[in-house]
């Protein structure tokens, strides 16, 4: 059985991007960029919903092609790449880059990856790691904290009908007062 982490860069106020979507206040150092490129490359598959979709698949595909990439920014962008991918959109979206498109619900197919024999699964995007985590899907959770806050926007967080206990396994400290922390489920 697979393990999901929900893993995004959220403000210290709980806020994975602002109400118009801007993620400007979670610009990584290089420190952190290197250990996101890392998390990719020991992916093996990772959980796109639409509209993280549209932002990730906007830059990365050809990020390694500009001329003022960095080595770390070329290493990512061929890590994403190769990584298997599902997107999750109720309407069809272009998909390319070693990715599906999964149209049908998500929780159903979520479950049913996690079933299947492999290594881990990252999800990303809040409204779909939200149904993921209201049905007890996901195995671990990774904030990426800045010390920044947003006031409003989407939230790392759903409102959930049910509490979940987590366990503290690791904390990591970045440049800027960025704090790492990963969690696992209490099952």
Same mark, same amino acid.
């Given at each position: 059985?697979?393990?999901? @982490?929900?893993?995004?860069?959220?403000? +210290?106020? /709980?806020?994975? *991007?602002?109400?118009? /979507?801007?993620?400007?206040?979670?610009?990584?150092?290089?420190?952190?960029?290197?250990?996101?490129?890392?998390r990719? %490359? &020991? =992916?093996?598959?990772?959980?796109?919903?639409?509209?993280?979709?549209?932002?990730?698949?906007?830059?990365? $595909?050809?990020?390694?092609?500009? $001329?003022?990439?960095?080595? *770390?920014?070329r290493?990512?962008?061929?890590?994403?790449? &190769?990584?298997?991918? !599902?997107?999750?959109?109720? @309407?069809?979206? $272009?998909?390319?880059?070693? *990715?599906? +498109? !999964? =149209?049908?619900?998500?929780v159903?197919?979520?479950?049913?990856?996690k079933?299947?024999?492999? /290594?881990?699964?990252?999800?990303?995007? &809040?409204?779909? &790691? /939200?149904?993921?985590?209201?049905?007890?899907? #996901?195995?671990?959770?990774? +904030? !990426?904290?800045?010390? #920044?806050?947003? %006031?409003? %926007?989407?939230?790392?967080?759903?409102?959930?009908? =049910?509490?979940?206990?987590?366990?503290?396994?690791?904390?990591?400290?970045?440049?800027? %007062? #960025?704090?790492?922390?990963?969690? !696992?489920?209490?099952?």
């Open positions: 059985m697979r393990t999901l @982490t929900f893993a995004m860069n959220v403000s +210290l106020d /709980g806020y994975v *991007a602002t109400p118009d /979507g801007d993620l400007g206040w979670s610009e990584p150092s290089d420190e952190l960029f290197q250990w996101w490129s890392d990719v %490359g &020991a =992916t093996e598959l990772s959980l796109y919903g639409r509209r993280l979709w549209e932002d990730m698949s906007a830059h990365w $595909p050809t990020a390694d092609q500009s $001329p003022d990439a960095t080595p *770390a920014h290493e990512y962008a061929r890590r994403w790449r &190769a990584m298997p991918k !599902v997107v999750f959109s109720s @309407t069809a979206c $272009p998909v390319d880059w070693n *990715a599906r +498109l !999964v =149209t049908s619900d998500a159903t197919e979520i479950d049913r990856l079933r299947e024999e492999g /290594g881990p699964m990252d999800i990303g995007g &809040a409204t779909l &790691a /939200g149904a993921a985590m209201r049905a007890g899907l #996901v195995d671990e959770y990774v +904030l !990426v904290t800045s010390p #920044v806050l947003v %006031g409003g %926007g989407r939230r790392f967080f759903p409102p959930l009908d =049910t509490w979940v206990n987590l366990d503290l396994v690791a904390t990591r400290t970045f440049p800027g %007062g #960025v704090l790492m922390t990963r969690y !696992v489920t209490r099952r």
